[in-house]
């Protein structure tokens, strides 16, 4: 139900009319209010906001740009596309807008752009999550990446398509698939084999593939320091022969330190894993 806008909308903006329950904001720029939150406040410009937004490609809606949250001042999302839909939300309140790819504020929302042309339009799921303090005291009141990151993998799971499991209470979630060769679990010790690649959430930029000439990546399981936590509980829930996808949250990935170049500090990351083979560890011992 969530998808059924994306063709109507489309249709509409490409006869150049404003799309079916959409309103027309001028400059190219259309919103429709999908849901009310709980909010009384509007931003006036010396408030910042709290935003979350997933963008895709008009054209092509499975194709995301990005998907993030930040804290910006109000008044740098004037004369954007954000602009009118933020003077008509409350705190609380989710809107679609479609505008021009020239139109989304990167700049306030810290965010790199991708390679676009400025004409081409663009889908945005907007979220208004909060109307905070003044502009000049918004970093006092802002969640950091570590909630951003969790946002991030939020509006991934909002998505739809096949369903994923949590893991816990944690924001670690995953799908499991293919049959299995042994179906005992991994236990500390065990030296196991996978392949495996890893990428960014939000734009599925490959940042870890240590796949060489066909070999895996070998490790024993348990000993410390040999994989990230994430993967560790990857391979837990793995059995021999099985391939997993994996969706791990940035605290459980490469934390506050990130990747320098490749991976921001506490960016989720989603990654496909295979347990290759599991090399029994000798229990007679203990």
């Known amino acids: 139900m969530r998808r059924a806008w994306w063709p109507v909308a489309l249709v509409a903006v490409a006869c150049g009319t404003a799309p079916e329950g959409y309103e027309d904001l001028g400059d190219g720029v259309h919103w429709r209010l999908i849901e009310l939150g709980d909010g009384e406040r509007t931003a006036q410009d010396e408030d910042s906001v709290h935003v979350a937004?997933?963008?895709?490609?008009?054209?092509?809606?499975?194709?995301?740009?990005?998907?993030?949250?930040?804290?910006?001042?109000?008044?740098?999302?004037?004369?954007?596309?954000?602009?009118?839909?933020?003077?008509?939300?409350?705190?609380?309140?989710?809107?679609?807008?479609?505008?021009?790819?020239?139109?989304?504020?990167?700049?306030?929302?810290?965010?790199?752009?991708?390679?676009?042309?400025?004409?081409?339009?663009?889908?945005?799921?907007?979220?208004?999550?909060?109307?905070?303090?003044?502009?000049?005291?918004?970093?006092?009141?802002?969640?950091?990446?570590?909630?951003?990151?969790?946002?991030?993998?939020?509006?991934?799971?909002?998505?739809?398509?096949?369903?994923?499991?949590?893991?816990?209470?944690?924001?670690?979630?995953?799908?499991?698939?293919?049959?299995?060769?042994?179906?005992?679990?991994?236990?500390?010790?065990?030296?196991?084999?996978?392949?495996?690649?890893?990428?960014?959430?939000?734009?599925?930029?490959?940042?870890?593939?240590?796949?060489l000439e066909g070999e895996g990546f070998s490790f024993r399981f348990g000993d410390r320091d040999q994989v990230v936590e994430g993967m560790e509980v990857a391979v837990s829930l793995l059995r021999e022969g099985e391939t997993g996808h994996f969706i791990l949250p940035g605290e459980m990935a490469f934390g506050a330190r990130g990747v320098p170049g490749a991976v921001a500090p506490y960016e989720p990351l989603l990654y496909t894993v295979r347990l290759v083979r599991v090399e029994r560890a000798d229990t007679s011992a203990r």
């Open 53 to 211: 937004l997933r963008i895709t490609a008009a054209a092509s809606p499975r194709t995301v740009l990005y998907a993030g949250a930040a804290w910006c001042a109000a008044i740098d999302l004037r004369g954007s596309a954000f602009d009118g839909a933020l003077g008509r939300m409350h705190a609380g309140d989710r809107a679609h807008v479609i505008a021009p790819y020239g139109r989304i504020p990167w700049k306030a929302l810290r965010a790199a752009p991708p390679a676009s042309d400025d004409t081409a339009r663009v889908l945005v799921d907007l979220v208004l999550e909060a109307v905070g303090a003044p502009a000049g005291h918004r970093q006092e009141h802002a969640p950091g990446p570590a909630a951003d990151g969790r946002r991030a993998v939020q509006l991934y799971l909002g998505r739809g398509g096949a369903p994923w499991h949590r893991w816990g209470n944690s924001m670690f979630h995953y799908r499991i698939e293919g049959p299995a060769r042994d179906t005992a679990r991994v236990r500390h010790g065990d030296r196991v084999t996978i392949h495996y690649t890893g990428r960014r959430l939000v734009d599925s930029v490959l940042v870890d593939d240590p796949l």
